[in-house]
């Protein structure tokens, strides 16, 4: 999981050096030039010891959002978004009337153009929504 995590923001901080053609830059370019944010929706499930040892002290209460390795802790999601230095703004979280989703909470980063984003034809900074949900640890499945 910290692997993806890794990958998922360089990912993010990279979003100015992508190869011209990659498919998936030329999108989020053409949703940012209509002067829509780009939403990205991420679904994380808490690491549970019921199903994966994830370690001691709370790290894997699939119900804990506090200490739970894949959320809580500096190297989880909102852990790394809320401890680190990166340029993430939480906005707040949303209620749910499922009981296997813990929260979702809405992060807002403004993305500069950098060179290649000028490639695309974008010449203003967008914003850049991460719209991530946490479920229960034994929700994994579904």
Not at 30 to 56: E, F, M, P, W, Y
Not at 90 to 97: V, Y
Request: proline share 3%.
């Amino acid at each position: 999981m910290r692997v993806a995590f890794t990958c998922w923001f360089l990912f993010l901080a990279n979003l100015a050096r992508a190869d011209p053609s990659d498919a998936l830059f030329d999108r989020i370019a053409t949703v940012a030039k209509r002067g829509n944010a780009v939403v990205v929706q991420v679904h994380v499930a808490l690491c549970d010891n019921s199903i994966i040892h994830c370690g001691g002290h709370g790290l894997g209460d699939g119900e804990n959002l506090r200490s739970n390795l894949y959320w809580g802790t500096s190297e989880g999601l909102n852990g790394w978004l809320t401890e680190q230095h990166t340029p993430w703004q939480r906005l707040g979280s949303l209620p749910s009337e499922d009981s296997d989703i813990l929260t979702t909470v809405i992060w807002r980063r403004r993305v500069a153009t950098g060179a290649g984003w000028k490639t695309r034809g974008l010449t203003k900074p967008f914003d850049a929504y991460l719209v991530v949900t946490a479920w229960r640890g034994a929700a994994i499945d579904r």
